[in-house]
Nanobody
Framework: QVQLAESGGGLVQAGGSLRLSCAAS????????VGWFRQAPGKGREFVAS????????????YYGDSVKGRFTISRDNAKNTVHLQMNTLKPEDTAVYYC?????????????????WGQGTQVTVSS
């Protein structure tokens, strides 16, 4: 089990950028697949991006939801037990609470069912 804490949310104008961070406790965070999900008011939780556990032979594998491809980038800094979500060209429809999640091992990571560790979320609001 790991404890996750998101940060970096806030209010930004359309077209702007934000960088979210997910900091984890524990010393084996590199062994976890980490995902970002978001939930807008009145909607279900949506997959945003995931980054697989760091396995030497696999390189860095990332996956993105269709609505954020080309605008968002997920990355990890294993030395700092942190995963980042760089969000560019933000749109009002990106407004949501953003959650990071983690699961031990290499997974595709695009389904909530795969994860057993969740953060509390951080609010992102994009004004038009």
């Amino acid at each position: 089990q790991v404890q996750l804490a998101e940060s970096g949310g806030g209010l930004v104008q359309a077209g702007g950028s934000l960088r979210l961070s997910c900091a984890a406790s524990g010393r084996t965070f590199s062994s976890y697949t980490v995902g970002w999900f978001r939930q807008a008011p009145g909607k279900g939780r949506e997959f945003v991006a995931s980054i697989r556990a760091s396995i030497s032979w696999s390189g860095t594998l990332t996956y993105y939801g269709d609505s954020v491809k080309g605008r968002f980038t997920i990355s990890r800094d294993n030395a700092k037990n942190t995963v980042h979500l760089q969000m560019n060209t933000l749109k009002p429809e990106d407004t949501a609470v953003y959650y990071c999640a983690a699961v031990l091992g290499g997974r595709l990571g695009n389904s909530m069912k795969e994860y057993d560790n969740w953060g509390q979320g951080t609010q992102v609001t994009v004004s038009s």
